[in-house]
T-cell receptor
Framework: NAGVTQTPKFRILKIGQSMTLQCAQD?????MYWYRQDPGMGLKLIYY???????DKGEVPNGYNVSRSTTEDFPLRLELAAPSQTSVYFC???????????FGPGTRLTVT | AQKITQTQPGMFVQEKEAVTLDCTYD???????LFWYKQPSSGEMIFLIY??????QNATEGRYSLNFQKARKSANLVISASQLGDSAMYFC????????????FGAGTTVTVRA
């Protein structure tokens, strides 16, 4: 099993550009999450989904959008990138019958 | 209000000694889980140990043990026999059943193991 995969691993964006961070899991998990981690800090929840077609905001949703058209995929869209969005982004998933939250390897994004 | 508090920004420990990382939490949900993750300098999040709120015994996983004191709302991680490879950032996290299993993270504690 691949677990949780994220692409790209690294990306540099110019201010105002847009991009989509991809996340996929092959464990048939209902719950998927996007977190961001600023330098020296803990993770903060951006958006999450409890199943295909259902998404909801987390703690820091401004400047982001998500969709969940399938169980496997949960892309995160950044519109009009800003320097404040420079961070490491982690996608994670868990099943309702599992306690462990599985994390992807992260995407390091720099906005200049 | 902060759900997870880690008060130790950084700690040094001698190789082969034990170290305790503090974590306190705040919840009114009777069903919750507590996690510890390790984040080495390479950046990935590594799951270490889990404690459920209804678990009667403290969780253990190899050299990791969780000192769960429910009445005090604390979930300290104990790493025994520290190794150089234990040098990393450690995060305490909580999920609540009433909160769609989202994880709330503490600010983390950096552990440096000295030879």
């Amino acid at each position: 099993n691949a677990g949780v995969t994220q692409t790209p691993k690294f990306r540099i964006l110019k201010i105002g550009q847009s991009m989509t961070l991809q996340c996929a899991q092959d464990m048939n998990h209902n719950y998927m999450y996007w977190y961001r981690q600023d330098p020296g800090m803990g993770l903060k929840l951006i958006y999450y989904s409890v199943g295909a077609g259902i998404t909801d905001k987390g703690e820091v949703p401004n400047g982001y959008n998500v969709s969940r058209s399938t169980t496997e995929d949960f892309p995160l869209r950044l519109e009009l990138a800003a320097p404040s969005q420079t961070s490491v982004y982690f996608c994670a998933s868990t099943g309702s019958d599992s306690y462990e939250q599985y994390f992807g390897p992260g995407t390091r994004l720099t906005v200049t | 209000a902060q759900k997870i508090t880690q008060t130790q920004p950084g700690m040094f420990v001698q190789e082969k000694e034990a170290v305790t990382l503090d974590c306190t939490y705040d919840t009114s949900d009777p069903s919750y889980g507590l996690f510890w993750y390790k984040q080495p300098s390479s950046g990935e999040m590594i799951f270490l140990i889990y404690q459920g709120s209804y678990d009667q015994q403290n969780a253990t996983e190899g050299r990791y043990s969780l000192n769960f004191q429910k009445a005090r709302k604390s979930a300290n991680l104990v790493i025994s026999a520290s190794q150089l490879g234990d040098s990393a950032m450690y995060f305490c996290a909580m999920r609540e059943r009433s909160n769609d299993y989202k994880l709330s993270f503490g600010a983390g504690t950096t552990v440096t193991v000295r030879a």
